[in-house]
């Protein structure tokens, strides 16, 4: 199949989805206001209190419920239109480009210039629930994944610039993506292509002479973007107020909103002289993931950073579907590692066992008021452990393929152990 | 101090208070105003005012400067004390039970009708203590002097409103500015421990005069009932402390027969024995009914546009009735009134079923022929948060935004400020106005929740403040909001704690063991030594 076959199903696709973003009945579900779907910092409700503040001359950072970075302040009040309709195309827009990015990733890890698969990857980014569903409920976790893709797309092309500059406005809408620089890095001075089979040391492919000091310049890069972002959050905002209310929220989580992550619960029923403690012990906890894997995973760190998106999508203080969302649909990017999975049907069983107990739960709790909060939160127990599952089965596959040996395994002749 | 009183001779109890009051002026007068409504009730209000002629408030700049003695002959000495020590120029005070229902029983005499206890005060700014902590000193003072919990009125509960509360006395005029601080707490009960304190700060305390009447076990079974304390400055006249008490009645309710005739014995089981001797003025007024025929015994002193007037300087044993000849039993009135007994009413609610979202829904109804502009303030707790993005106003039907103008909005914080909304509202004439904006309920962290988690918070009522003809600022509150908002499993914390940090420390755990470990290949072939390759 040529190009020109998957540009004509991708744009069904993405036509199926303008479709699915316009029909009456989905305004009708009410999906902005579903927990699940969007998080304190990225929900659109919020979004459109902190415009409408802005626009009246009220700081939206004095106080509130305004979370999101100032970038979306000066995005919607130029660029980018605030009716629901329009905002319901853009957003449908925004997740296109995140599938072409996905494509273009797979492109660049298999050195073609197209594939038979390419519609396939397309779809499972397109049609994935955890995905869409957010994005109809016009949650800015869709800009976040975007940005996350375009990103990698430019890191596995080798193009330094345009990665770290959507790296660092990603580091405005996210703070937490901040883990993922070090195997950008990484990725920008070595090969998208799947070394997972042959593990080496790491070998800076790109660029031979590359030293500590390549590194380190594009570290610099990147801070140099993130400082000129900073200073147009700073003008628009009118102040440093949003570096509390953007970066602080996620590291202090005053908002105790549900979400189907793990944070929220534990810290509702935490007391006050342990919340400190914990909460750098959160986030430092998040932190220790970057290390080991980038040192194990160093011959192909597009694995790496799919693998710490895993991480993130699991522990995230503000979570919500999209989060998990992007790290299933990237395993359709390691088509090698599928043999290798020890588990793959407990994690799809947890994921929907997880996926029905999450809204029902949720709604017997708030809504209906016959159910509490802990029946809500064992679901959130049971999607954690769905993320765990998919998370570690792909780190187990990542490393087991290196050893190889399905056939024998599997006929009984050899058993691949640990020690 | 009563038998001290007997043993003197009047004439010479007489010399030593003029003397005591020529030196530093202070007056005091008292009055008690009855009023019969067309559905049988009677409201009550009490009125005693100390005048101290020619004071001035206390200057925050001479704080450090200590205390100059102040010698009260009148003046509460309690009060006095708290004001100087805080240097607040202005303060009201108002404890209410109950709700007033201004379509039935029209506009009170004294407009801080919200339930439970509401505080505002003028402090001016200057001196080594902030406006903040002296507003902190002041809650705490008043709250040992009432007995009241007006010491939690604290930042979760303090806002200062700019147009909504304007001062009812004059502010000297000093250098620094002065500023409001505003706080409500809607769940506050009223009962007999509030109202003691309240007749000690009285020259007579309960003994004489009209304070005699208030008597504990009727004034608490009312129907509404609230107490206030109001000080002001007047610059040409001085610091004047006015307590007032308020109270509606239901005789029927009350008497054996279903008649609505009342008296002083029948209302409050006292009659007057005595009149306070130190009140410059002392009166009764009650308003006859109009259109009916009635009996009022005793004779008033005079009869002024329907008003019977008593004046009550020289009593004994008074005992006031207003009766019904022609009536036999009341029968409560099932039409409405020719003309509503409040021309602008305010109704207030919380809808939604949801425990995270609802929608508060206004509505103003106009019954005056001509327009009018009226400010409105709402203080919520942030327990709600609005979303003000989605406020539409709706009159009879047509959407009209273009009624709410100088929008003055405080976003609340996160444990910590309310929200302070402030706009002016133009009321079209004959008309009804809606208000509705959706709102965000949050939730609290664990000891945020009070013990009685279930039953939820009272929020604050809203004050829609209009101007009448002469000029007035007319106060209306709405009534107090019960919000339910979602609680946690209180029985649960070291679960929580040990579910989470078990699936947390599972996978990194698991993780942790495929970053560390090897992996290795063992043979399994049949009859052979198996042996191990190291494989990585």
Sequence with gaps: MNWKDFRLSFSLLVLCRLLLAVTPYVDSLELDHDHQLSSPTNSYVRLQEGIFLYKHDVDPYSGGAFYHSPLYLSLFTTVLPTSRFLCRLVWTLVDALGAWALVGIWRERQTLESSSRDTLIAAAYLFNPYLFLPNLALSTASFENMLQLLALLFACKGRASPALFFASILLHLSLHSVLLLPPFILLLLSSPHSHLVNPKFFIAYRNPKASLGTALSYIGEFLVYAAIMSLCCTTVAGGWGWVEKTWGVVLTLPDLTPNPGLWWYFFTEMFDHFRPFFLMVFSVHLLMYVAPICLKFQHDPLFASFALLGVLGMFKPYLTLADPGLFLSMYALFPEIYPYLYHPLVTTLLHLHAALLLPLFHSLWLDQGTGNANFFYASTLVFGMANGAAMVDAIWAGLRIAVGGRQGEDEGEIAVVQE | MTLALKAIPLPLLLYVLGTVASSTPETFHEELTLRPLRDGKVISRFSFSTLLGGAIPRNPDVLDAGNTPQHYSLFPLGLGQVLREYAATELHLSLNSGKWEYDRWGYPDEQEVGTGAQLWAWIGDGGQATVDERWKGLRNALAGLFCASIGSLDDQRTTSPTLAFAPEGDLPAWPLPHHLRHATLPSENVCTENLTPFLKLLPCKGLSGLASLLNPHRLFDADWHGMSVHVSWRARRGVEVRLAFQAVFDPVRMSTDRKRDWSLQSIFDRTIPKACPIAESSRIAVELPKNEAYAVDPRPTSVQDGVAV?????????????????????????????????????????????????????????????????????????????????????????????????????????????????????????????????????????????????????????VLVNFTPGGRRQRLYTRTLLVDLATPDFSMPYNVIIMSCTLIALTFGMVFNLMTRKFVVVRLKKGEKASKEKAD
């Design chain 2, 310 to 462: 008593y004046d009550t300087s020289q009593v004994n044993d008074l005992d006031v009735s207003l009766r019904w000849p022609l009536e036999s039993v009341f029968s409560y009135p099932l039409d409405h009134p020719a003309e509503p007994l409040s021309q602008v009413s305010v109704q207030r609610t919380l809808k939604g079923t949801s425990q995270s979202r609802g929608q508060l829904s206004v509505s103003i109804a106009n019954s005056l022929p001509s327009e009018i502009q009226a400010i409105y303030l709402e203080t919520m707790p942030w327990h709600v948060q609005f979303y003000l993005h989605t406020l539409k106003i709706v009159v009879d039907g047509q959407a009209r935004d273009d009624l709410l103008s100088d929008i003055a909005y405080t976003p609340p914080e996160p444990h910590g400020r309310p929200a302070l909304l402030e706009s002016v509202l133009t009321l079209p004439p004959n008309s009804t106005t809606h208000l509705d904006m959706e709102v965000m309920k949050s939730f609290l962290r664990y000891t945020e929740h009070p013990p009685d988690a279930q039953r939820g918070w009272d929020l604050p009522p809203a």
